[in-house]
């Protein structure tokens, strides 16, 4: 509800990335400018307590102004400088800008919890998330992600315009006196929350169902769906699994439940998916949508009776 006071109309984009932050995910954006991307990350920031950096990716830019790198003192010795990724909160601005050397550094740090400057290992602080984003209506000057790289992101989340009535809402809050967020966290506290969601209990059919859409996307024969394997060239790799439990595992926290339940794993199905598939020219000449791939799974693959809640599991 802090969030909201702030970010008007973008209540999936909150949830998500809370439940990133939780699961130690990081999360890609895409979305015009204007949608409030910058503004949400540093919402979060404010809320949870801990350190925002913001870094805009440029054509120019080199892996040192995102790590860090050796400085000249003025005694004459190399003194180390961290790089603005050593934040609890980081915002890549416009990711796809800069050259694959520089994204590759940030995606390391990403991937490592750490960088190295000049033979020394440094690591990253606790919690940190890195929320990456990409205009998707630009593509001259720009440097696209591999596909190994995006993998590395949890979630794709694709941020659409607001409706009339919220962007009404939203100029009536900013045009005069912006609201400020309150803190209500701090980083001890959310590291508690993540090692809480980590425990969080996932029965083996939950497992089963989460594997089982993920196969899907590399084998939709399997599952009566023959006809969408012209349009897949490549599906979810096992990281998409771990992925999915691990959201589903902060989704079941912020639901204030203990354990996790198929609708957990449905809801995060297209956040978790989209971004890894990559389609075949056939799909694409077609004008197929990753989601629209992603709907025909869900439909098709029946979620388990799971009822923990009541103390009782049903086959």
């Known amino acids: 509800y802090e969030l909201r006071r702030v970010v008007v109309g973008q209540d999936r984009l909150l949830d998500r990335a809370l439940v ?36 805009q990716f440029t054509p120019d830019l080199v892996p040192s102004d995102v790590v860090g790198g050796q400085v000249l003192g003025r005694d004459g010795d190399f003194q180390t400088r961290l790089g603005p990724v050593f934040a609890n909160f980081v915002l890549a601005d416009e990711i796809n800008r800069a050259p694959a050397k520089v994204q590759s550094a940030l995606l390391e740090v990403m991937g490592e919890g750490h960088a190295s400057i000049a033979g020394e290992t440094h690591p990253v602080p606790r919690p940190f998330f890195v929320l ?44 005069s006196d912006p609201p400020q967020p309150r803190r209500l966290l701090d980083p001890a506290e959310i590291v508690a929350l993540q090692e809480l969601t980590e425990t ?101 693959v029946p979620q388990p009776a799971v009822d923990l809640g009541s103390g009782r599991a049903v086959a």
């Open 20 to 55: 990133a932050v939780l699961s130690r995910g990081h999360v890609l954006l895409e979305g015009v400018p204007g949608v409030a991307k910058t503004l949400t990350l540093e919402t979060v920031a404010r809320v949870l307590g801990g350190s925002f950096a913001r870094i």
């Open 132 to 175: 990456a984003t990409q205009n998707p209506i630009e593509s001259e000057g720009v440097y696209p992600l591999p596909e190994a790289q995006v993998d590395r992101f949890a979630m794709k989340l694709i941020v659409g315009y607001p409706s009339v009535a919220d962007e009404e809402e939203i100029v009536r809050r900013m045009a």
């Open 200 to 300: 969080v209990f996932v029965d083996h059919r939950v497992r089963s169902y989460a594997v089982r859409l993920v196969n899907a996307t590399r084998t939709p024969a399997a599952e009566g769906l023959p006809h969408l394997e012209a349009y897949l060239d490549l599906g979810g790799s096992p990281r998409a699994s771990l992925s999915l439990i691990r959201g589903a595992r902060a989704l079941a926290v912020m639901r204030g439940r203990s354990y996790v339940l198929p609708e957990d794993v449905h809801a995060l199905f297209h956040d978790v998916l989209r971004h890894r598939l990559v389609l075949s020219y056939e799909a694409l000449a077609a004008e197929v949508a990753p989601d629209r791939v992603l709907d025909a799974i869900l439909e098709a």
